[in-house]
């Protein structure tokens, strides 16, 4: 026989006809196969004991509230004493075994009393097997109570039922997952490897392997996270957890952060409407549910009309069954942002006490009526809530984008006012919006978009000319101020709407110079009064639009265009194209020095528009930055001899690099000894000449170098000097060298990052971690190394165990990069990976590593990591 999910395993009784044996026993047991646990990870079992007690007369055993309103001031005062009809005892008695991984909670203590020959006891007992076992006793004696000992019984029941009635009396009993609780108090690698085991040795147990994927969530491995929920829906079709599973993963990103960038709303959305179709009752699931309407793929939230009317449907359900503040708070909202005062003025009819949900009501209340009118509406409200409503007010009125209104509301409340900076000239981006046929629009238009999608390519590709690959774009992203990013994300979670976000644009005016022939450089900066960061781009006419020009990593792909056009007789197009590579270069030229600057600049320096040959020797220069390509070294071999000697110079510059790049050590050095003769302090040379000598295992002439190298720039020394120490003694050299430079307070910006990194060669990590948080500490917020110091945190977190601190830290790494992921980001995920038992997922992310990256000159790369770690797995 079978009940819901549970099968009942044993009914037997004795015969209660028999009269020689007056105690009747009946003996239930019953198995679960499904464990129907709650979302904090306990496993609950509700006792109902009173049965045992429901001959009891009311008088004995009736709780407070049953009671009041029965006594009359007009009846007879009892004086005779209670006398039962019959006389019993009874014992119910209950043994619960939990699944395995499951322990009882602390039980409460024993509890009994005795009034006149009553008895009564409860008794708890948590056997060796785990099994918890509860005996509910009633001995009703001779059968007899003065109206006095009634009422002592019954105060005395009703402290051990808490105040309930036989039928209502509840016992709870409730088990913790162990896993789940070691995550849960600190431990979480041990709880991991266990439900990592548990899901090797019991596959079965959908349950486990829910709290697997949720606990991956955490830590940052959504991948795994969502293969586990897939898995799971495929091998049970019909279960709630799965589909429950599969929304949860989906509804967070990658890396474990939710309603964000990269979240799979569509597949979340469905598995949490597949989850309720088969546990119509389950209060988170139609929660997550709600939330995912509101929100949007890119993570913003009240911009979709339609889907703010489903979500505002989804919320219905919670007045019905389950009047949950926060869910009513949240549907309030919803409707602010529909502008339906109608159901707004319900939700205030039905939830009189809610002040949360005040703030949704005066906000339309003011953009009808005037910013007076809404006040009122607090009236009931302390002076310290009416300063919080009134702040909830203003920040609607913005998500709402009513700039004017808000400004004139603010100007109502001064105290309000104080927390709302830089409205006084916020208006709505398409109120401002730059003719496109203006040069600035493009740098606008770039600035809005991603303000409004965040780091998505795919909003971006169009405002670029010469964009060639993703990575282009994303160096794009990289190379704005990080503040775009954090505005941006502080928008969205303070006012849900990309909209809001965007609207930040209006805070910048534009300054251009050039033309369309080469290009212009457009300056933004924020209007009088608005302390923004300034943005420079440089903007070229590409056919009857504008677009972005990116000279940075793909600056050798215009010098192969321009090599080809000069090669096909179209020289104006391949000097306008080199031309605007050389307006952002020119900067770093000093006319004195003729090896400042890069060597495609200088040559393009003094070469006239009509000059092919010496054109033609800037777009090798240019093209040369390829270093993967060797085939620009014979192609300058050629040009050297009839160049003049300026040019020579340039073309040694170039060709020392590729030599170096491709690791041809003797003949860089000899020409970078040459060209020492001539400029014996200029540091590209000598850097040159201390490398090559290291990897020709010169050392002792690489510690000469060094000095010289010190003389013209002692940071760069510094730096350099870890090479050296490491081609002597390894990692561990170069981590006892970059510690004493600390403790002696030399240049510790530089050291601290330095010797955080090194010591994850050595195994040494766990005594860095003060030093890594002080790393990342000395950067403010968009300093460009505060990403690197984060990443190396990031690490040293992952390395030491720290696997909560370690996602959060590489997600904060990707945000000061502008939420853009580096290859280096998987190494820290790999090392999560490993501490959590997942050994092939771990060596998935190392691959991943390697893949994305190529550094063959630095000897503490994160690819040397990778390798490092992916040999520790192979090992025996």
Request: a negative charge; charged letters at 30%.
């Amino acid at each position: 026989v079978t009940f819901g999910m549970t099968e009942l395993l044993q009914f037997e009784f004795n015969d209660c006809t028999d009269t020689a044996n007056p105690n009747f026993t009946l003996d239930v047991e019953f198995e679960a196969d499904q464990i129907m646990a709650e979302e904090d990870g306990r496993l609950y079992v509700s006792l109902r004991p009173g049965s045992g007690f429901n001959d009891l007369p009311y008088e004995f055993v009736a709780s407070h509230t049953e009671l009041s309103g029965v006594d009359d001031e007009d009846d007879l005062v009892r004086t005779h004493p209670f006398v039962l009809p019959t006389l019993y005892s009874c014992q119910t008695s209950y043994r619960i075994v939990p699944p395995d991984g499951f322990e009882a909670d602390p039980l409460p203590g024993d509890h009994e009393f005795r009034v006149g020959t009553f008895h009564v006891a409860v008794d708890y007992r948590l056997d060796d097997d785990g099994a918890v076992e509860v005996i509910v006793s009633l001995d009703v004696g001779d059968g007899k109570l003065t109206p006095d000992q009634v009422e002592t019984f019954r105060d005395e029941f009703l402290i051990l039922s808490g105040d309930k009635g036989p039928e209502d009396w509840v016992l709870p009993i409730s088990f913790n997952y162990i896993p789940r609780r070691l995550i849960d108090e600190g431990h979480v690698i041990e709880g991991l490897r266990q439900m990592v085991e548990t899901a090797h040795t019991n596959p079965g147990s959908l349950f486990n392997r829910g709290e697997l994927a949720k606990s991956l969530v955490s830590v940052g491995l959504g991948e795994e996270a969502r293969e586990i929920a897939l898995k799971m829906v495929e091998e049970d079709p019909e279960s709630a957890r799965a589909h429950r599973t599969v929304g949860w993963a989906h509804m967070h990103d990658l890396l474990g952060a939710d309603l964000h960038f990269g979240i799979d709303r569509d597949r979340a959305i469905k598995a949490f409407q597949r989850a309720i179709q088969l546990d119509d009752l389950h209060v988170v699931s139609r929660y997550n549910l709600a939330v995912l309407l509101e929100h949007d793929d890119l993570g913003a939230r009240y911009s979709d009309s339609d889907d703010l009317l489903k979500a505002a449907d989804a919320y219905q359900w919670f007045h019905k069954m389950y009047p949950w503040d926060t869910a009513v708070g949240n549907h309030a909202v919803v409707l602010a942002h529909l502008r339906d005062k109608r159901q707004l003025r319900r939700l205030t009819t039905t939830y009189p006490d809610l002040l949360a949900i005040l703030p949704s009501m005066v906000a339309l209340e003011v953009i009808d009526r005037g910013v007076r009118s809404g006040d009122r509406l607090f009236s009931r409200a302390s002076d310290q809530e009416k300063l919080v409503l009134r702040a909830r007010t203003a920040a609607l009125l913005r998500s709402l984008r009513e700039y004017d209104i808000l400004r004139e509301y603010l100007d109502q409340f001064p105290k309000t006012k104080a927390a709302f900076s830089k409205v006084e000239s916020l208006g709505r981006f398409e109120d401002i919006r730059i003719d496109p046929s203006k040069p600035e629009s493009v740098v606008q238009e770039f600035l809005a978009r991603f303000l409004f999608s965040g780091q998505d390519v795919n909003c971006l590709r169009e405002l670029f000319a010469n964009a060639n690959s993703d990575a282009d774009y994303y160096e794009s992203v990289r190379s704005i101020p990080t503040f775009f990013h954090s505005v941006r994300t502080m928008s969205l979670r303070a006012y849900g709407r990309k909209e809001v976000s965007r609207d930040i644009i209006s805070l910048y005016s534009y300054q251009v110079a050039g033309d369309d022939t080469v290009g212009y450089v457009v300056t933004a900066t924020g209007v009088e009064g608005a302390d923004l960061p300034q943005v420079r781009q440089f903007v070229v006419r590409d056919g009857e639009h504008y677009r972005l020009f990116c000279p940075g990593k793909n600056s050798c792909e215009i010098g192969k265009l321009a090599l080809g056009l000069i090669d096909e007789g179209d020289v104006d197009a391949a000097r306008i194209w080199m031309d605007r590579v050389f307006e952002v270069e020119k900067e770093m030229i000093r006319l004195l020095d003729p090896l400042a600057g890069s060597p495609f600049a200088r040559i393009r320096s003094y070469c006239a528009n009509d000059d092919i040959k010496t054109l033609r020797l800037a777009a090798v220069c240019l093209s040369s930055r390829d270093g993967a390509d060797q085939k620009w070294i014979p192609e300058l071999d050629s040009i050297r001899p009839a160049a003049s000697a300026l040019q020579q110079l340039q073309i040694d510059r170039v060709k020392r690099r590729l030599l170096e790049e491709a690791g041809r050590n003797d003949e860089a050095l000899e020409i970078a000894t040459t060209l020492l003769k001539g400029y014996p302090k200029f540091l590209e040379l000598l850097m040159t000449k201390y490398h090559t000598e290291i990897n020709l295992g010169r050392l002792d002439d690489a510690a000469a170098t060094l000095e010289l190298i010190a003389e013209v720039d002692q940071w760069y020394a510094v730096i350099e000097r870890t090479k050296l120490m490491h081609a002597k003694g390894g990692h561990e050299a170069v981590f006892q060298y970059v510690k004493e430079m600390i403790r002696d307070g030399q240049f510790t910006e530089i050291n601290r990052n330095a010797m955080a990194w090194r010591s994850l060669f050595v195994g040494k990590s766990d005594q860095v971690v003060e030093e890594a948080k002080q790393a990342v500490d000395q950067y403010l917020p968009g300093d460009p190394r505060r990403a690197s110091a984060l990443h190396t945190l990031a690490s040293v977190y992952a390395d030491v165990g720290e696997l909560k601190l370690a996602a959060e830290t590489v997600r904060a790494t990707i945000a000061a990069r502008n939420g853009v992921r580096d290859g280096i980001d998987d190494w820290v995920l790999g090392r999560i990976a490993e501490h959590c038992g997942l050994k092939e997922a771990a060596k998935k992310y190392y691959r991943r590593v390697k893949d994305s990256l190529v550094d063959t000159t630095n000897d503490a790369s994160c690819t040397n990591l990778a390798d490092y770690r992916l040999e520790m797995l192979s090992a025996p």
